[in-house]
């Protein structure tokens, strides 16, 4: 079954401030029958792009923790272009319904972002200097 963003939120232990760990949102997704792949992707930003397109390639979505608005937060990744991924994040404005805004169309999840706007988002993640390019490869 489908899992939501608000599903999650709901039910997620948020020990600091609020802040999700990415050991939470691991067990979480377990829970809810999924495989999770963690790891940290400290390489070149070239090199991260190539690591995140061959994942989606694979068909698994990426979930990356990134610093957006002086927010640590999560996205999940769910396609690209050639100079852009398709994201889903929670934090766009949100509409009727109050559902977030999409501003992809038919596209996967509800914003694009260009590569460098991804990559300074998330080279700017992290927690008290861990979990700096932090990644969750997920398969159900």
Same mark, same amino acid.
């Given at each position: 079954?489908?899992?939501?963003?608000? %599903?999650?939120?709901?039910?997620?232990? #948020? *020990?600091? &401030?609020?802040?999700?760990? *990415?050991?939470? !949102?691991?067990?979480? @997704?377990?829970? &809810?029958?999924?495989?999770? %792949?963690? #790891?940290?992707?400290?390489?070149?930003?070239?090199?991260?792009?190539?690591?995140? &397109?061959?994942?989606?390639? +694979?068909?698994?979505?990426?979930?990356?923790?990134? #610093? +957006?608005?002086?927010?640590?937060?999560?996205?999940?990744?769910?396609?690209?272009?050639?100079? =852009? $991924?398709?994201?889903?994040?929670? @934090?766009?404005?949100?509409?009727?319904?109050?559902?977030?805004? %999409?501003?992809?169309?038919?596209?996967?999840?509800?914003?694009?972002?260009?590569?460098?706007? /991804? /990559?300074?988002?998330?080279?700017?993640?992290?927690? $008290?200097?861990?979990?700096?390019?932090? =990644? !969750?490869?997920?398969?159900?």
């Amino acid at each position: 079954s489908a899992v939501t963003s608000e %599903d999650l939120a709901t039910t997620l232990w #948020r *020990p600091y &401030r609020g802040y999700t760990l *990415p050991t939470t !949102m691991v067990s979480a @997704l377990q829970e &809810r029958g999924f495989t999770v %792949d963690q #790891r940290l992707v400290p390489m070149p930003d070239a090199e991260k792009v190539r690591w995140l &397109r061959s994942k989606l390639e +694979q068909g698994s979505p990426v979930i990356i923790l990134i #610093r +957006q608005g002086g927010v640590l937060h999560y996205v999940t990744l769910l396609g690209y272009t050639e100079q =852009a $991924f398709y994201v889903y994040d929670s @934090l766009q404005p949100r509409g009727e319904g109050d559902l977030t805004v %999409d501003a992809n169309g038919d596209l996967s999840g509800n914003v694009t972002w260009t590569d460098e706007e /991804l /990559l300074a988002q998330w080279n700017a993640g992290g927690l $008290f200097g861990l979990y700096r390019s932090y =990644a !969750m490869v997920v398969e159900k």
